[in-house]
């Protein structure tokens, strides 16, 4: 058997919320990612789904607990040189594109800046290569010079995913990173990430609230409440046959074509899930 | 250039105006003067308004146009000075601060609010006492108590910049952070530095001005326009008031006119960040 892209163990994360009061986001988290799957993380606001991602690409420090990233274990408190080091084997896509890039700089320089720090290139062939990846995430290359304001969200979303992909990775951290763009655009941005998982034999971690984004792209699903994992499994059986209320809840609670607020059974889900 | 023009409106483009004028005086006032400013004649005091001499004469014999052409040398360099030292030292401390955040931030922090604490003019009063009344120690004085006003606003916004995926991405990838804050994070705060340092020089202006006054700061028989309003005062008793109100005027219109632009350019910053 491979070794696993990604093994979390015992993973605990607290959060000072006031004096002496501290706040648990993550207790005892485990997981694994095989290599070349897609593992979903589903989960309520505050259920600490962000903070895992935050600390597997290193934006966090952990309490206690460990990350191994293809087999090898990765410092708890990320220094310069680690950070270096861990980015090209994991790369990260933020939530918001809006804010993914710097609005006063052409969109290629954040691709750029990436192959600069992990790849030695010169200045023509590292602007080839970013052509190359500009071309992979389905961008046509004049937008390389554009600024982000000249772009749509999709299209901003895509270079974040070329600069992801610039270091040559083989995970990716996707947190929320379709949770802002409107359905059709949504679609668009899952099909290119099923396509370069594929192609570019990536792993996923996909932090998410939306089960139909789940659905669409998750061959493995991880429920967290409040800092736990309550249900682990593959997408059809979680999705199909839940066995956690929390699970149920949040199916309950996914709007969808024809749904209607069935107030009493959320509460008797809530009920159920508090016993 | 039209938008700029649009930006700035009919008041504004007066103010820039006004502005160009004050400076160009200040530029070619060997060529406008029509007398030495310093040097005048007892038997042409206190002369009204004619075409010999445009403003009158001060109780010096000494011509007031040429005084207030003069005079905009040191009134303009010496808020310059303060403006300039302001920004790259507030910049500097605060995107230090920003960039390691924790313990450097609040030992910063407190630096800043330590500084606070003193008022401007006692600082500067201070720093004269030492130094000795010139207009170079002045403004360094001011200089100096004007850096925690500069470095708390850009701070602050430096702190929500800072958080954002164009800042932490790039942080992810190991890449300096120097090369991350003068690359992506001051370009994106320095329309603020840009808006601060205008209304700054307003502050310095007039502080400088009082400090003239008082003979801290440019000394007679030098032409400076606070120097001017004091040494009318006398004039103003006797009945001749032109000397202090064209130079308390002159302070007025130009700190008005840079005030109404930097807020201008405040709000062309605010609307560049919606954009």
């Known amino acids: 058997m491979t070794t696993p892209a990604i093994i979390v163990t015992n993973l605990t994360k607290t959060f000072p919320t006031g004096p002496k009061k501290r706040m648990t986001a993550l207790d005892a988290v485990s997981l694994t990612i095989d290599k070349g799957s897609c593992l979903a993380v589903v989960g309520e606001s505050g259920s600490g789904k962000t903070t895992l991602a935050r600390i597997i690409v290193g934006l966090e420090t952990p309490d206690s607990g460990e990350v191994a990233v293809n087999g090898e274990p990765v410092a708890p408190r990320a220094n310069r040189k680690e950070l270096r080091r861990r980015a090209r084997d994991i790369q990260m896509v933020f939530q918001d594109p809006q804010s993914s890039l710097n609005r006063r700089l052409p969109v290629r320089v954040a691709v750029d800046e990436v192959l600069r720090a992990h790849a030695d290139l010169s200045g023509p062939a590292r602007r080839e290569r970013c052509a190359e990846l500009f071309t992979l995430v389905g961008l046509e290359t004049r937008f390389m010079d554009a600024l982000p304001s000249e772009l749509s969200g999709g299209q901003k979303q895509r270079v974040a995913i070329a600069r992801a992909l610039a270091a040559n990775p083989s995970v990716i951290v996707l947190d929320e990173s379709v949770a802002a763009l409107d359905v059709t655009v949504q679609a668009q941005i899952l099909e290119l990430l099923a396509e370069l998982r594929v192609s570019q034999g990536l792993t996923y971690l996909f932090i998410t609230h939306d089960l139909s984004v789940v659905q669409m792209i998750a061959d493995q699903v991880v429920v967290m409440r409040k800092g736990s994992i309550v249900e682990r499994g593959t997408t059809t059986e979680v999705l199909t046959a839940p066995q956690h209320p929390y699970t149920r809840l949040l199916l309950a609670c996914a709007p969808r074509p024809g749904w209607k607020p069935q107030r009493g059974m959320i509460a008797k889900l809530r009920e159920e899930i508090a016993s | ?275």
């Open chain 2, 1 to 275: 250039m039209k938008q700029f023009a649009e930006r700035m409106g009919t008041l504004g483009l007066i103010a820039c105006g006004i502005i160009l004028v004050v400076v160009l005086g200040a530029l070619l006032a060997p060529i406008i003067a029509p007398y030495d400013p310093t040097i005048g004649s007892v038997t042409q005091r206190y002369q009204g308004m004619s075409a010999e001499h445009w403003f009158g004469t001060d109780q010096a014999g000494r011509d007031i146009f040429s005084r207030l052409v003069w005079g905009a040398r040191s009134s303009l360099t010496g808020p310059l000075i303060v403006v300039v030292i302001t920004a790259i030292f507030g910049t500097g401390i605060a995107l230090t601060a920003v960039w390691f955040g924790g313990f450097v931030d609040s030992a910063l922090s407190r630096l800043l609010d330590l500084l606070f604490a003193f008022p401007n003019l006692l600082l500067a009063m201070l720093a004269i006492a030492v130094f000795g009344p010139s207009l170079t120690t002045a403004a360094l004085a001011l200089a100096v108590a004007y850096i925690p006003y500069s470095a708390r606003v850009v701070r602050s916004m430096a702190m929500r910049e800072r958080n954002l995926p164009y800042i932490r991405s790039p942080e992810l990838q190991g890449i300096s952070g120097a090369v991350i804050t003068v690359r992506h994070l001051l370009p994106n705060v320095a329309p603020l530095i840009v808006t601060g340092a205008t209304i700054n020089f307003g502050f310095a202006m007039i502080e400088l001005a009082a400090l003239s006054f008082l003979g801290l700061g440019v000394q007679p028989p030098e032409a400076d326009w606070g120097l001017m309003v004091s040494n009318g005062q006398q004039s103003l008793l006797n009945g001749y008031p032109a000397e202090s109100v064209l130079a308390g005027l002159s302070i007025v219109i130009t700190v008005a006119a840079v005030g109404y632009v930097g807020e201008r350019l405040g709000g062309r910053a605010a609307a560049g960040r919606k954009a």
